[in-house]
């Protein structure tokens, strides 16, 4: 597993997103760091540290901002600046792997604070 794999691991903390995403479970961040297919996207200035607007300008949901993050190995939102350009992978890419990784209905959830 990659160093900002296991960085994203420890980050994500959570039972699970509202895709039903748990990232100590699911381990996505291999998985999205492998789309092959991407758009480059400039971050203009009311974007700066704001992956969710930018999630939010790309896809139309700000679901989708820490695998923007992870797909570009940026581990801090404060990394986010004006006239970066970033990758933004492919929509039904991230889509397939949200379907194929989500958290079951019938698991069991626990909490897990560090």
Do not use: C
Not at 5 to 21: E, N, P, W
Not at 22 to 30: C, E, F, G, K, S
Not at 82 to 109: C, F, H, M, W
């Amino acid at each position: 597993m990659s160093d900002i794999a296991s960085k994203y691991q420890r980050f994500f903390s959570v039972v699970s997103d509202s895709l039903g995403i748990d990232p100590l479970i699911d381990r996505l961040v291999p998985l999205i760091q492998a789309i092959k297919v991407y758009s480059i996207h400039e971050i203009v200035q009311e974007e700066r540290a704001s992956p969710d607007l930018i999630s939010i300008n790309e896809y139309g949901s700000d679901e989708f901002w820490w695998m923007i993050l992870a797909y570009n190995g940026v581990g801090s939102y404060t990394a986010i600046t004006e006239g970066r350009t970033i990758k933004i992978p492919d929509y039904a890419s991230l889509l397939d792997i949200v379907t194929r990784n989500a958290v079951r209905p019938n698991r069991v959830q626990r909490v897990i604070t560090i």
